[in-house]
């Protein structure tokens, strides 16, 4: 699960990775200036879209997809394992990632804080 933060003041997204999520994601958090973050949406579909070459993390399905994959030639970075919570944030060219695709405890509420951020 992941926990994502605004930080006005500094104009940063802030992700944190909890409990097992670290581990299979191989990362406990990152930060996205908020310049760079384009949208956000609750896509509980994004479970079934291919996921790309698996560059680090872990990848078993129907129960965990964590980490860096590489598709269409951009890095998505996910965190995955109730696909009904997941929140994906798109982000601009030129960001490390090309999407964040994160379960959340509130994916609305999520979209909600991101896209107002942004506004």
């Avoid at 699960?1 to 958090?29: F, H, N, P, Q, Y």
């Avoid at 879209?49 to 078993?60: D, F, I, N, Q, Y």
């Avoid at 929140?87 to 405890?105: M, Q």
Wanted: glycine content about 10%; aromatic content about 6%.
């Amino acid at each position: 699960m992941a926990l994502i933060t605004v930080d006005r003041a500094r104009r940063m997204l802030t992700v944190e990775l909890t409990g097992l999520d670290k581990l299979w994601a191989l990362k406990s958090r990152m930060e996205v200036p908020l310049t760079q973050v384009r949208g956000a949406t609750h896509d509980p579909g994004i479970a079934h879209e291919r996921k790309g070459a698996k560059l680090g993390g872990a990848r078993v399905p129907g129960i965990v997809t964590a980490g860096r994959f590489r598709r269409h030639g951009g890095l998505v970075f996910w965190a995955v394992r109730k696909p009904a919570d997941a929140v994906v944030i798109e982000l601009a060219e030129g960001a490390p990632y090309s999407r964040l695709v994160f379960e959340t405890a509130d994916p609305r509420a999520t979209v909600t804080l991101v896209e107002q951020a942004i506004a």
